[in-house]
């Protein structure tokens, strides 16, 4: 009856860790397949290998590489930085705002949730940004007067 019950449950269990329980090496077990193996034909060509775009980043973004990514964009609106295109400082305080305020919202969100190096990181880059936005501010409006 055991029996009957084992055959009808479709599937079995095969231990394929490469150390047996005393730490020998197990020999390579080779399952046996249903289908033979393909007949050897022509190959197809090498597919060319992937290059990353002019754009695309060569690792993979962290938190910390997201923020200083912001960062730099808040600066090139603050006309700290040359915009890449242009070669020109260019100052644009309502976009340097919202990348401003979206770095203040992922500090808001993420707090109590990040290693100490990111919120170190966050927290100096958004005071520095702050202070560079208002003293713009403030000699912009010196300026009106």
Do not use: C
Not at 2 to 29: C, I, L, N, P, Y
Not at 118 to 131: F, G, I, K, V
Request: hydrophobic share 30%; charged share 30%.
């Amino acid at each position: 009856m055991d029996e009957d019950r084992e055959g009808q449950r479709g599937f079995t269990v095969k231990d394929r860790r490469r150390f047996s329980e005393s730490g020998d090496v197990r020999e390579a077990e080779t399952p046996p397949s249903a289908e033979p193996p393909p007949e050897p034909g022509p190959t197809p060509p090498p597919e060319p290998a992937a290059q990353p775009a002019a754009g695309d980043p060569a690792e993979p973004v962290t938190f910390s590489t997201f923020i200083l990514g912001l960062s730099t964009q808040a600066l090139l609106h603050l006309g700290e930085i040359p915009n890449p295109v242009t070669r020109a400082l260019e100052t644009d305080l309502e976009s340097a705002r919202q990348v401003i305020d979206i770095l203040g919202i992922l500090a808001e969100k993420t707090r109590n949730n990040l290693e100490p190096g990111e919120q170190s990181l966050l927290e100096s880059a958004l005071y520095d940004l702050r202070m560079r936005y208002v003293e713009l501010r403030r000699a912009g409006a010196k300026e009106k007067r």
